[in-house]
């Protein structure tokens, strides 16, 4: 993809135009096919780590070897599609979280995001690698507890993501909080972090970009967040229902034929609200009844399979393989709003069109997504 009007996301000798981040989403809808579209297109394509292996005939005793093998593989794959920018998505809250982190840095990932948790480790685990390291929080008071703690490890955030509460997935603020609407909106926290950024910028003499994320679904909204001072921003939704994404077609599906009404908010056994599709299996939840949990593996810190009404790994693992029913789809508060599927290539350059638009750096004609070919509601 041409290089844009838009500004150039840099990490160090990393440089993104557009700077769009395409979110880490799991379990297993971000991967390799997804990723490397993006960064083809001159974005930064995110793989989420969590639950990537087959443990279907495996010993539990083996659950982060596979699961690390696994990401391997996917980061291979990747680099055989791309030279683009690959990052890694990895949630601080599993249990094989150090093994991931391995993983990417021995396989060369450009980036580890990590958040679901404070990455007070990270700097540690990928000691000696040139793979760039993310924090994703939700407040300045996170921002700021993280730069702390890996000064003394004598590392520096080389970007923070700021993830607002209209987000999809897990959530960095109280189930009360997102249910009254007091959590702070996403523009108030990206100022919030932009400040502890800027001081850690001139404290190492380089600068700490904030990539804005949580609910952004156009170009407009791309606009909105650059023009505030960040680095770059992160959509993951819009990424789901696109050709080379990673899910089942029924999986998107369930986007594009949900609405507003459909968005709900669930209590995760990783111990944070999550925004979800509502559907039969979240139905049954509310209604006060569990599902059979029989876990093998422990994959998160936070959950305790005697107390849980529900194996998140298994939902999420039926979901992306199309069995929605079985699990649930995670959105952010826009996701209803997808009507179609489109490439990868055809999305990026709405986006980019539109956001170029609205910075006032081309002219106000912009035609809709290029190519509706394949339109979901045809398929």
């Known amino acids: 993809m041409p290089r844009t009007r ?87 809250a599993l249990t094989d979280y150090a093994s991931l982190v391995r993983a990417s840095v021995e396989e060369g990932a450009d980036i580890i995001f990590s958040g679901a948790g404070l990455p007070l480790a990270l700097p540690e685990l990928a000691a000696g690698a040139r793979t760039k390291l993310v924090p994703i929080v939700s407040s300045s008071r996170a921002a700021r507890l993280i730069a702390k703690k890996w000064a003394r490890q004598r590392r520096v955030p080389d970007a923070f993501v700021i993830e607002g509460p209209r987000a999809g997935g897990h959530l960095g603020f109280t189930r009360e909080d997102l249910d009254r609407g007091k959590a702070p909106e996403l523009d108030a926290l990206l100022g919030e972090v932009l400040e502890v950024a800027d001081g850690i910028s001139r404290g190492c003499g380089r600068a700490v970009p904030v990539i804005a994320a949580g609910g952004l679904f156009d170009g407009a909204d791309i606009a909105r967040v650059l023009s505030r001072g960040a680095g770059g921003a992160q959509l993951g939704s819009r990424f789901v229902c696109t050709d080379e994404c990673d899910a089942d077609l029924a999986f998107k599906m369930v986007f594009v034929n949900s609405t507003e009404r459909d968005v709900a908010l669930i209590d995760s056994p990783v111990g944070m609200p999550g925004r979800v599709f509502r559907n039969s299996f979240i139905a049954h939840l509310e209604a006060g009844h569990k599902h059979r949990v029989v876990c093998r593996y422990r994959c998160l810190l936070t959950c305790n399979p005697k107390e849980v009404p529900y194996c998140i790994a298994e939902a999420l693992t039926n979901a992306a393989a199309g069995r929605v029913e079985e699990g649930f789809v995670f959105c952010g508060t826009e996701g209803w709003r997808i009507d179609r599927i489109v490439p990868v290539r055809d999305l990026m350059a709405e986006l980019v069109a539109h956001a170029e638009v609205a910075l006032g750096l081309r002219p106000a004609r912009v035609p809709a997504c290029p190519s509706d070919e394949g339109s979901a509601r045809g398929v």
Do not use: K, W
Request: proline content about 5%; aromatic content about 2%.
């Open 6 to 92: 838009l500004p150039d996301l840099v990490m160090g000798n990393l440089v993104a135009n557009p700077p769009i981040v395409q979110g880490g989403m799991g379990v297993r809808i971000s991967r390799a096919g997804l990723a490397s579209a993006v960064a083809n297109e001159g974005g930064i394509g995110v793989i989420a780590a969590v639950g990537l292996g087959d443990f279907e005939h495996q010993p539990c005793t083996r659950y982060a070897t596979i699961n690390a093998d696994a990401l391997r593989r996917e980061l291979r794959a990747a680099r055989e599609r791309t030279t683009g920018i690959i990052g890694v998505n990895i949630m601080v």
